[in-house]
């Protein structure tokens, strides 16, 4: 797919992060919009998912471990043609599947319920090991928050994955260096998580997670690591894409008012 391509799914998945918060009034659009590009290149160029496989067990599958993003992930689906845009109008309200943190038993294409930070990786690393059991020969993937690596649960699934020399599985870190309370290294400094990972055992990728080529070519290492884990750090910015929101911890979680909604909106429209 063209660079063109990607970049208006992208921001077709930015505009449906605004649309569901907005609609739910509630949830957390910064942090969506930091990863709306690497979760796009992800599902359209890497992941063998669609919908004649979807329910099976011979595909690659996707862990959200920093679960609260489900902006990011329900718009990428509906992108994909797993959701409608009805379906995102009904984020967080009641009785809709898509929820604030995601729920496998509502929609097939979620592959794991996740919400509590560090969960996620592992059960994504539980994921990993049962395929090599199985000698099943599909790619784990999963995304963490970098403040979510304050989570030592994080720390003991990177052992894990490392021990057993897991290279079916990519850890991704959406590094966009803010959470709710503020900066990532003043409210509990993770970096330099290059060093962190490289200690437990990992090969890491450094990459610009808002260029295509350059998620390209980090996806292209990563994949190309054998025997050990892979772990991609994304450089990126909160609130990607919409100027009031850009690097603001204050969008961590809130919705937009209409007169924000209409701004970003337009904003997002003027890309196209």
Not at 171 to 190: A, P, R, S, T, W
Not at 222 to 230: F, I, Q, Y
Request: glycine residues 10%.
């Amino acid at each position: 797919m063209q660079v063109e391509e990607l970049k208006k799914h992208a921001n077709n998945v930015r505009k449906n992060i605004l649309t569901a918060v907005y609609s739910g009034q509630s949830g957390h659009p910064g942090g969506s919009l930091s990863a709306a590009d690497v979760l796009t290149y992800l599902y359209f160029e890497v992941m063998d998912i669609n919908k004649d496989n979807v329910k099976g067990i011979d595909r690659d599958r996707f862990v959200l471990s920093k679960g609260h993003v489900t902006p990011a992930l329900y718009s990428v689906l509906a992108e994909k043609g797993f959701l409608t845009e009805d379906d995102i109008k009904t984020f967080r309200k009641f009785g809709s599947k898509l929820q604030g943190h995601p729920n496998m038993n509502y929609i097939d294409a979620v592959d794991m319920s996740t919400g509590s930070l560090g969960q996620g990786v592992s059960t994504a690393v539980g994921m990993a090991i049962a395929n090599k059991l199985d000698n099943n020969k599909h790619h784990i993937f999963t995304l963490l928050g970098d403040g979510e690596c304050q989570e030592g649960e994080v720390w003991e699934a990177a052992m894990a994955a490392s021990h057993y020399g897991l290279d079916n599985i990519t850890f991704m870190v959406d590094c966009n260096h803010l959470q709710i309370d503020g900066k990532v290294e003043d409210v509990m400094n993770v970096y330099p998580l290059d060093k962190k990972f490289e200690a437990f055992g990992f090969e890491v990728v450094k990459a610009y997670g808002h260029d295509f080529e350059d998620i390209k070519a980090a996806f292209d290492y990563a994949l190309s690591v054998k025997r050990k884990p892979a772990c991609i750090l994304w450089n990126t910015t909160k609130g990607k894409g919409v100027s009031f929101m850009e690097d603001q911890a204050g969008w961590h979680g809130k919705a937009p008012n209409k007169e924000q909604y209409e701004q970003a909106m337009a904003e997002l429209e003027g890309n196209e």
